[in-house]
């Protein structure tokens, strides 16, 4: 859907994180540094998944034109 | 004018015994294709045999199916012996099999089987050609029809896994002649215009007739031809369409089908949590270990004692000290001693030994007289004594 960073390879990224960081491999700064960058990631999939909204649409095609309207599936 | 009406039941038992009067119906041979069968619980068979332009309902109590040396399935072609009676509840008649016998099997069974063979060995369900389903889709496509349970069990599955799932449903007839244009148009346009991250293309149970759209060639070349994962839920858990083994993933029901799009906000969130807090406790053990690392330094000698070194030196400073002062004075000493044994020897041949024996200098104008010659009379000499001097006159 989106060229930037998917959800999923920023959770694959944070547990990167949390393994090299728990590796104690790298200096303090270089460890302060990958800290951050968690916490970064950490909080962007904490607020896609907060501030995505329910929606619930049905694709109306006309002509292959396509556009959304809500949709309730209570008959 | 009075009207005399009978009661549905006394209809229906009047017809029931119509045809039990009836010889022809006593025994019958047909054959046609099964289609809804259904093993019940209680051992007995429904369904139905039909050929293109008719069908009828038939039932096959457990007593006679234990004859039977086949496993009758939907699409079979088959031959029934039986009894045509009325169901009076029901007000419909039916054929009480007795025996059955495998006809061959059925015309879609066999086009599915082939189409199955022919996809398969083209590579169209190869396992390494399955797209992974994203583990956190923003938008779940569904294919289905916009009624009926399906969509609202993928709805409530979906919306209880995570309360804010963004759905778009592309509705699509799941039966019938069009139907699978529509599916294959469906793919398509959710493809070019890039509405989903992963697409659920579902149907609830069926005949093989029913869920015929889902063993179409061209639905299946659509589905593989998906740049968006596919999740197909068709039928129920026993059915196998060729959707099925076409589909990234295959669902054995609907619902089933919401819960592997859909991940479960609660689990994600605690996944994110759990990260962080590996994240924040590696950090904490990192400064934890730096400050070990540091304490263990600081109080090493060098820190602890950071003039231990200059004391070293400085003892070696002393003791060089006291070497070159024990130089000087032995030096000293040395020469001192050369000088006394000089001045000895210096002492031994002083005149004034001599002078202490009782000899005298005699000496004129401060010169020494050493010969009587040097002398004549008058001259006045200068006679050193021990104890001072003297003058004197020749005479």
């Known amino acids: ?75 | 004018m009075k009207y005399e009406p009978i009661t549905v039941s006394q209809l229906n038992n009047y017809i029931k015994e119509r045809f039990e009067n009836d010889e022809f119906l006593q025994n019958v041979l047909v054959k046609g294709e099964i289609s809804n069968f259904k093993h019940h619980y209680t051992g007995h068979m429904y369904f139905t045999i039909k050929d293109e332009n008719s069908l009828i309902k038939c039932i096959m109590f457990k007593s006679y199916t234990a004859n039977l040396n086949f496993v009758p399935k939907d699409g079979m072609k088959v031959i029934v012996f039986g009894t045509v009676s009325v169901f009076e509840r029901d007000g419909a008649y039916q054929i009480y099999c007795k025996a059955m016998q495998d006809d061959g099997l059925g015309n879609l069974y066999t086009l599915y089987e082939k189409l199955k063979k022919n996809l398969e060995a083209e590579g169209l369900f190869a396992q390494e050609k399955k797209k992974k389903i994203p583990v956190m889709p923003k938008v779940i496509g569904v294919l289905t029809s916009q009624t009926g349970s399906v969509i609202r069990d993928i709805i409530n599955v979906s919306t209880r896994r995570n309360p804010n799932v963004y759905i778009r449903l592309y509705p699509i007839p799941v039966q019938g002649e069009n139907a699978k244009e529509k599916i294959v148009q469906a793919i398509k346009i959710m493809n070019e215009k890039q509405l989903a991250d992963v697409l659920i293309l579902a149907r609830g149970g069926g005949s093989l007739e029913d869920l015929w759209p889902f063993n179409e060639e061209i639905v299946a070349r659509a589905i593989y031809a998906s740049k968006i994962p596919v999740i197909s839920a068709v039928g129920h858990e026993t059915d196998f369409t060729i959707a099925d083994f076409v589909s990234d993933l295959r669902a054995p029901t609907p619902s089933a089908a919401a819960e592997l799009a859909v991940p479960d906000i609660n689990a994600v969130k605690n996944t994110i949590q759990n990260y962080t807090l590996r994240n924040k406790n590696a950090l904490k053990k990192k400064v934890e270990i730096m400050r070990m690392k540091y304490e263990k330094c600081i109080i090493r000698k060098p820190f602890s004692d950071p003039l231990y070194k200059t004391e070293n030196y400085k003892v070696l400073i002393n003791k060089y000290n006291d070497k070159l002062k024990n130089i000087v004075i032995n030096k000293y000493k040395d020469t001192r001693n050369v000088f006394n044994e000089k001045i000895q020897r210096l002492d031994a041949l002083s005149p004034l030994k001599t002078l202490n024996r009782g000899f005298s200098i005699v000496s004129k104008n401060n010169q020494i007289i050493k010969t009587k010659t040097s002398l004549k009379k008058d001259d006045i000499v200068d006679l050193r004594f021990i104890d001072g001097n003297l003058n004197a006159r020749i005479i």
Not at chain 1, 12 to 36: C, G, R
């Open chain 1, 1 to 75: 859907m989106n060229k930037e960073k998917s959800f999923e390879e920023m959770i694959d990224e944070l547990e990167n994180i949390a393994n090299s960081l728990e590796k104690d491999e790298l200096t303090l700064d270089e460890s302060v540094l990958k800290f951050e960058e968690g916490m970064r990631l950490s909080k962007e999939c904490s607020n896609i998944l907060d501030n995505a909204e329910k929606r619930i649409k049905i694709l109306i095609n006309e002509n292959d034109e396509i556009h959304e309207e809500d949709f309730s599936a209570n008959e």
